[in-house]
Every structure is written in C-alpha cells, then in structure tokens.
C-alpha cells in the first residue's frame, strides 16, 4: 500500500512541477507567496514526503536483496532527481534556478531518511542468528 501511495505522491509532485511551468499553478496555491520562505518550506516538505514514501515503501525490498544501506542509495536517487529537476528550470522561462530550493529539498530528504531510521520496525533476527 505504500508503494502506491509513493507513486501516487510522484505522479502529484510531477503533475505540480508541469502546471508551476505552465503558469497554472492551482487556485490552492495563490495565498502560498504571503507564507515567508513558503518555496524553501514547500521543497523542504514535498521532498521530505517522497522521501519518506520510497524509503517506506522500496527499502523492504532492497533489505531482503542484502543490500546494505538502503536509505543512503534511496535518498542519493531522490537527491539527484532534485538537481536535475532544479537545474531543468534554468531552460523555462516560467522558472527560476535556485540552489537554494535544491538546498531545502535535499535536507528534507536527509531528515526524512533521519526519521524513518528512528521509527522503523527493527528487522527480527531469523532463528539461524539468534543464539540457542
């Protein structure tokens, strides 16, 4: 269920970033700009949030691949996508390039991935390595 929910959420987040270059962004958006730093805390937030579902939902899967550290190679995935997205918006007039928006994106990847270390299900030893 969480990795539909994790597609859903970046179907939403690519859905957003077409209509915000198009110049339609939503009417749910329009009081956003009185928000001080509403863009920095929106990419902090949104990224955050995608971050956490891919860890959730993919690192089960990679854990039971043996492999190590699947949330050091989910959220290098996410960070990447984020520089290319960001750096996509110098070609669009509509957008601007900011590092700094890569900068809140990137540590809301790092925070989530921070949390879903800290609340996530200890994985239970099998019988072959506890000590009987």
């Known amino acids: 269920m969480i990795l539909v929910t994790f597609i859903a959420f970046f179907l939403f987040l ?4 077409i209509l915000k270059t198009n110049n ?38 990679l854990k039971s691949k043996n492999i190590q550290h699947p949330q050091l190679i989910i959220g290098s ?14 070609y669009f007039p509509s957008r601007s390039c900011s590092w700094l928006d890569a900068a809140a994106g990137i540590t809301g990847v790092i925070i989530a991935a921070m949390i879903y ?16």
């Open 14 to 17: 690519i859905v957003l970033s």
């Open 24 to 61: 339609l962004t939503p009417a749910l958006f329009n009081g956003l700009h009185q928000i001080p730093y509403h863009d920095k805390v929106g990419h902090f937030i949104l990224m955050g949030i995608l971050a956490y579902l891919a860890i959730a939902s993919i690192s089960p899967w």
């Open 77 to 90: 995935i996410i960070t990447l996508v984020i520089i290319i997205e960001e750096t996509s918006q110098a």
């Open 117 to 132: 270390k800290l609340i996530s299900p200890a994985t239970p030893l099998s019988h072959s390595d506890s000590s009987y």
